[in-house]
């Protein structure tokens, strides 16, 4: 059972920047997975943002978030990133961190997820 455990989220203005995180916890490593970050706004279904492959070598993004959030992980820190940059209200979420088995096609989604951590962008 893969644990991740988000955290950074909370309040922030327009235009300001922010920085997520998810950690694997116990002795789980994410060497092995390709990671993403999904979010959730109040009455609306769940959204994928961007995503990373094992090796960091390769990324994807929502044409929403492209040119202001950045994806990054640290395997040896088991720690996903999210850096947020030049906010806006409809950033406004619950952000979750899933994880997939590398070798799994993309197909099938994400087998694990985090608890999630809220990110508000006021004025």
């Known amino acids: 059972q893969v644990q991740l455990v988000e955290s950074g989220g909370g309040l922030v203005q327009v235009g300001g920047s922010l920085r997520l995180s998810c950690a694997a916890s116990?002795?789980?490593?994410?060497?092995?997975?390709?990671m993403g970050w999904f979010r959730q706004a109040p009455g609306k279904e769940r959204e994928f943002v961007c995503a990373i492959n094992s090796s960091g070598a390769r990324t994807w993004y929502a044409d929403s978030v492209k040119g202001r959030f950045t994806i990054s992980r640290d395997n040896a820190e088991n720690t996903v990133y999210l850096q947020m940059n030049n906010v806006k209200p409809e950033d406004t979420a619950v952000y979750y961190c899933?994880?997939?088995?590398?070798?799994?096609?993309?197909?099938?989604?994400?087998?694990?997820w985090g608890q999630g951590t809220q990110v508000t962008v006021s004025s």
């Open positions: 899933g994880a997939r088995p590398y070798f799994l096609a993309a197909s099938g989604g994400y087998n694990f």
């Open positions: 116990g002795r789980t490593s994410l060497s092995n997975y390709s």
